[in-house]
């Protein structure tokens, strides 16, 4: 079974996903390009673990083994004894591409290279690898290490052997729901909370409701922990423009184009919690303020 994972990308949800595999007693190898952004994701790391303590959820020996667990890297060749590696990566599929090219250089020849892709072609991504088999999706919804399922993407060579590793990874270590999931843009979770939060854009664009009352309806008409605007905030602007991009070009239906007010948001650079500003305001420590 997997013990040292990495994980490509240190950003809202490789933070979160190298989290969530810490707690669990894994080693975690956590990558990216410049030590700027690593600093950031332990302040985030950090932050995070210091909500929980305040919650009483972990204690401050818990959290210092956490952070102990997670090596901060820069270059994917500290991979190199990873048994899982895990792409967190943004949503551009030329980037991607290049990740798995140069772990085929990297891996030992049993390692299982997942990506955390939302919206792009699993199969395709297996495409820049001389090793398709090992390739498979493992799609967390964020926050990974409060969300007890996974969506399991088998590519079209991914093999039995990667797949059954996978779900009893899934299942067995991290104890959350491997849900099995067949290849299509946005498979279920991002497809479906994509359409909600497309179409609370349109109702604010039409007027029938403010931000906060478009959220209170959700959040308590529907027991949602947050209204489709914040969370939006939460995932990213410029992550739910892409997205929904994605798959207005796959599936080339009207219901996927995105609203004008989300392109205008990102224009600015209204992107939610990471630029302080989205459909609500929020502080350095990402609570809401407005």
Not at 43 to 65: G, H, N, P, V
Not at 97 to 124: G, K, P, Y
Not at 207 to 222: N, R
Request: hydrophobic residues 40%.
């Amino acid at each position: 079974m997997f013990r040292v994972i990495g994980v490509v990308g240190a950003g809202t949800m490789g933070q979160s996903i190298a989290e969530m595999l810490a707690v669990k007693g894994l080693d975690v190898h956590l990558v990216e390009k410049t030590p700027e952004r690593l600093q950031h994701a332990k302040q985030m790391l950090e932050l995070s673990l210091d909500r929980q303590m305040e919650r009483w959820a972990i204690t401050a020996a818990e959290k210092k083994l956490t952070l102990n667990r997670i090596h901060m890297e820069t270059s994917l060749q500290h991979l190199a004894d990873c048994e899982l590696v895990i792409e967190t990566i943004s949503e551009d599929l030329e980037s991607k591409l290049d990740v798995f090219r140069q772990l085929d250089d990297i891996l030992s020849n049993d390692a299982v290279m997942a990506s955390n892709t939302s919206t792009l072609s699993v199969t395709e991504l297996a495409g820049a690898s001389r090793y398709p088999e090992r390739v498979i999706g493992m799609h967390f919804v964020y926050p990974a290490f409060r969300i007890d399922v996974v969506e399991i993407i088998r590519g079209l060579q991914t093999s039995d052997e990667t797949f059954n590793k996978t779900r009893s990874f899934i299942d067995d270590v991290l104890a959350k729901k491997g849900v099995m999931v067949y290849e299509s843009p946005g498979f279920v979770t991002t497809r479906l909370i994509c359409l909600l939060i497309n179409e609370a854009l349109h109702l604010l664009e039409e007027g029938v409701a403010t931000p906060e009352d478009i959220d209170a309806a959700m959040s308590i008409g529907y027991k949602f922990e947050r209204g489709p605007l914040e969370m939006a905030d939460r995932f990213g602007l410029d992550s739910v423009l892409a997205a929904l991009d994605r798959m207005f070009r796959e599936y080339g239906e009207l219901k996927y184009r995105p609203s004008f007010l989300l392109k205008k948001k990102v224009r600015a650079g209204q992107l939610g919690i990471k630029s302080g500003i989205g459909f609500f305001k929020y502080d350095k420590d990402g609570e809401r303020l407005s």
